[in-house]
């Protein structure tokens, strides 16, 4: 089995920044993409940040020029450094995996809350 652990979430004031991690553990095969989504009560789940194991990054239009995903395949783990927090990122967030077995992977979630 395979766990995706998050950290890193919390409260900030708008404005500031936040770094999020998730690690994986257990038996990792080859990971392909490593995604971060967003959550609000009565919403859908969104995509914010992903990246595939070539290192191709795609961003939610909503959060291009803020937020930078990244990942480091050694220590099975994806980032994202979010910057000029506005009280809209209030979420939470959570990390997601898949891999050559086809296989999916989501982490518990972590929340952020962006607030004076």
């Known amino acids: 089995q395979v766990q995706l652990v998050e950290s890193g979430g919390g409260l900030v004031q708008p404005g500031g920044s936040l770094r999020l991690s998730c690690a994986a553990s257990g038996s990792i095969f080859t990971i392909y993409s490593m995604n971060w989504y967003r959550q609000v009560p009565g919403k859908q789940r969104e995509l914010v940040a992903a990246i595939t194991s070539g290192g191709y990054t795609n961003y939610a239009d909503s959060v291009k020029g803020r937020f930078a995903i990244a990942r480091d395949n050694a220590k099975n783990t994806v980032y994202l450094q979010m910057n000029s927090l506005t009280p809209d990122d209030t979420s939470v967030y959570y990390c997601?995996?898949?891999?050559?077995?086809?296989?999916?992977?989501w982490g518990q979630g972590t929340q952020v809350t962006v607030s004076s």
């Open positions: 997601y995996m898949n891999d050559v077995r086809g296989l999916e992977y």
